[in-house]
């Protein structure tokens, strides 16, 4: 079951409303664990913390709805006009205008509509442009079991970077003390999963996946990189990388902060789901079926 709602005029769109819609829309179709949502978004964004901010609004209040059906892995993907939407095939597809219906394959569709604020920039504030700042940008995680905050980091970064984006996929053998270790995807897997997200979201974007196997991955090495992309909670590790880099005589890098990740409730997002307790999860449905 793959279904997708798509939004115009995202910077009138009351963000409030978005689960009640959600759940409106989905009501009666039935999703599993291998279901995807995608959430596809027209109109060109300017500012990735603009984008941060309507992020973490859409992934908060789609998994909602997941949740309240014990539905803990279906996919929720954000895309935009530049991703590979047109070849997918959707079983249901909503829409707020019907001309978007001849825009993607679909069997079934409805419509909705789109709720609507007075006035713009529903976040408030002023936002800096910089989508494609950046010729060569980094990352890097575990991207264990990925999940709405890796899509969400790695959206960031994609949306800063015109050329080449390196992620780096931290090694196995660095993750020998993480909790419920024996419930790690393995590296190969974490990769590939990235990897298909990226191709997703940004195909024409060249990705290079590589293991991290010390504190500073690829960015303690490769000279091209300009910017590294870090979450609230790893700011810390991005310093240390510039220290690292200045001392190899290698360029400072720009650190983008994505303030959503890590769950704050003060940005409107909390993050439901940590990797650590996806793989406790499976802990305990595993044991409970030997019970």
């Known amino acids: 079951m793959r279904a997708a709602i798509v939004f115009h005029n ?9 689960e009640s819609l959600f759940g409106d829309c989905l009501r009666d179709i039935t999703f599993d664990d291998m ?63 019907e001309e978007l219906l001849k825009r993607y394959q679909h069997k079934n569709a409805g419509l909705f509509e789109q709720p609507r604020i007075q006035g713009s920039n529903v976040f408030g504030g002023s936002y800096v442009e910089d989508t494609d700042r950046y010729k060569v940008s980094a990352l890097g995680g575990t991207f264990d079991h990925i999940h709405d905050g890796h899509k969400i980091l790695l959206t960031v970064a994609a949306f800063l970077t015109s050329e080449r984006l390196i992620v780096g996929v931290t090694d196995e053998e660095l993750l020998v003390k993480k909790k419920y270790r024996e419930y790690l995807e393995s590296f190969d897997k974490r990769a590939k999963n990235v990897q298909q997200f990226l191709h997703l979201l940004k195909p024409n974007l060249d990705t290079q996946i590589v293991p991290i196997k010390d504190v500073c991955g690829p960015t303690g090495t490769v000279p091209e990189i300009e910017c590294l992309v870090v979450s609230r909670e790893t700011v810390a590790g991005g310093e240390f990388v510039n220290k690292t880099r200045l001392a190899k005589g290698l360029s400072k890098l720009d650190i983008s902060v994505v303030n959503v990740l890590g769950g704050n409730e003060q940005d409107g997002w909390k993050e439901k789901l940590s990797s650590t307790e996806l793989r406790k999860m499976l802990m305990q449905i595993k044991n409970s079926a030997r019970n």
Do not use: C, H, M
Not at 10 to 18: G, N, P, T, V
């Open 10 to 18: 995202i910077e009138a769109l009351d963000f409030s409303k978005l």
């Open 35 to 97: 279901s995807v949502l995608d959430i596809i978004l027209l109109g060109q964004f300017e500012s990735s913390v603009y984008l941060d901010n309507v992020l973490g609004r859409i992934y908060s209040s789609a998994r909602e709805i997941f949740l309240s059906r014990k539905l803990f892995v279906t996919a929720i993907n954000v895309l935009f006009d530049y991703s590979s939407t047109q070849s997918l095939d959707f079983d249901w597809l909503y829409v707020p205008d």
